[in-house]
């Protein structure tokens, strides 16, 4: 005999209901908190982007094509947290250990100048770890390097229209 999926209670019969956007099998007593969904609509799955009521219209489905196909031809992609982290060059211990060694300093001395333990010093340069943004940071400001790979067209690009340093003034020319 099944179980309701909310109070546990065996039935000789569920009905499939929604609540709070689950589909879910309950028994009469727990269907009342939320809305029955019919069988046969759940089952197809293009009903996940698209209501009956909308269906049965022309206009609305129409906007709604005509607004996702809009907005994917406008932009290229919508911007997400990755967008904001940078990619680490694949050779980025080499530059690391080339850089320190051009400069005749030890890894001690190296850590011991970036206020940093030299096993994290070691482990970068053996490729074992990544480096922490802070750390990466400091690396290219005392070995003057750069550690992220590809950065140049792709942030100069996002970065331009949200870049502190330009003003209006810069941009507008004055009419006096």
Same mark, same amino acid.
């Given at each position: 005999?099944?179980?309701?999926?909310?109070?546990?209670?065996?039935?000789?019969?569920?009905?499939?209901?929604?609540?709070?956007?689950?589909?879910?099998?309950?028994?009469?007593?727990?269907?009342?908190?939320?809305?029955?969904?019919?069988?046969?609509? &759940? *089952?197809? %799955? @293009?009903?996940?982007? #698209?209501? /009956? +009521?909308? $269906? !049965?219209? &022309? *206009?609305? %489905? @129409?906007?709604?094509? #005509?607004? /996702? +196909?809009? $907005? !994917?031809? &406008?932009?290229?992609?919508?911007?997400?947290?990755?967008?904001?982290?940078?990619?680490?060059?694949?050779?980025?211990?080499?530059?690391?250990?080339?850089?320190?060694?051009?400069?005749?300093?030890?890894?001690?001395?190296?850590?011991?100048?970036?206020?940093?333990?030299?096993?994290?010093?070691?482990?970068?340069?053996?490729?074992?770890?990544?480096?922490?943004?802070?750390?990466?940071?400091?690396?290219?400001?005392?070995?003057?390097?750069?550690?992220?790979?590809?950065?140049?067209?792709?942030?100069?690009?996002?970065?331009?229209?949200?870049?502190?340093?330009?003003?209006?003034?810069?941009?507008?020319?004055?009419?006096?």
């Amino acid at each position: 005999m099944p179980q309701c999926e909310m109070c546990g209670k065996e039935r000789p019969s569920l009905t499939t209901v929604k609540v709070e956007g689950a589909e879910l099998e309950l028994c009469d007593d727990c269907s009342q908190f939320g809305t029955e969904v019919r069988t046969e609509s &759940s *089952s197809s %799955s @293009s009903t996940k982007y #698209s209501t /009956s +009521s909308s $269906s !049965g219209k &022309s *206009s609305g %489905s @129409s906007s709604a094509s #005509s607004a /996702s +196909s809009g $907005s !994917g031809g &406008s932009t290229r992609r919508r911007r997400d947290m990755f967008d904001d982290m940078d990619e680490i060059a694949t050779d980025y211990d080499d530059r690391i250990r080339q850089a320190r060694e051009n400069r005749g300093m030890s890894q001690e001395d190296l850590a011991q100048s970036l206020n940093e333990k030299a096993s994290l010093i070691r482990k970068l340069e053996r490729g074992d770890i990544l480096p922490p943004d802070t750390v990466r940071k400091k690396l290219e400001r005392k070995l003057e390097i750069t550690l992220v790979e590809g950065a140049d067209d792709d942030d100069e690009e996002w970065s331009s229209g949200s870049s502190t340093t330009t003003t209006l003034g810069d941009v507008v020319k004055r009419k006096d």
